[in-house]
């Protein structure tokens, strides 16, 4: 049984290495230990309303929000924050408090990897592009250890 969750914990680690920067450009979900038993919410659907320029009815202040006159970045990352939102909140809804933070903070974090990503496409200040560098290694590293740490005990 410990081959098993070895092997189970590597491809989790494996995914969690190459998974983090790119999720918003596939399909964001949270890892499997995070479905919780209230049922798991497909995230890699959610947000299309906001393609068009309009905010769908899942943000609470976003219901019938146009986009369409935003700026690009605008527009990014609400369509990103329409994945990771409803995914955070899904994660934090676990029974166990500890499996629940860390669902709840990958999600979270993969928010802060989103936005860091619109501002090295759209901003143009040094010092802001630096911080956002540093602060996608931080939230990728962030990711890995809770990934592998729910692989390892998440029941």
Do not use: Y
């Not at 990771?84 to 933070?101: K, L, R």
């Amino acid at each position: 049984m410990n081959i098993v969750r070895t092997i189970v914990a590597s491809a989790v680690a494996a995914a969690a290495f190459s998974a983090p920067v790119l999720a918003q450009e596939s399909d964001f979900q949270l890892p499997e230990q995070c479905k919780t038993s209230m049922g798991g919410m497909d995230h890699s659907a959610m947000g299309d309303g906001a393609t068009s320029g309009q905010m769908g009815g899942g943000m609470m202040g976003m219901e019938g929000m146009d986009l369409g006159a935003s700026p690009e970045h605008v527009q990014e990352n609400m369509r990103k924050m329409m994945i990771t939102m409803p995914a955070m909140h899904e994660g934090m809804m676990n029974e166990d408090a500890d499996v629940a933070f860390a669902c709840g903070m990958i999600a979270h974090h993969q928010g802060a990897i989103d936005m860091a990503e619109v501002l090295l496409k759209h901003g143009d200040d040094p010092e802001m592009r630096t911080l956002a560098e540093e602060i996608i290694a931080a939230q990728v590293g962030e990711i890995e250890r809770m990934t592998a740490w729910l692989a390892k005990n998440a029941k």
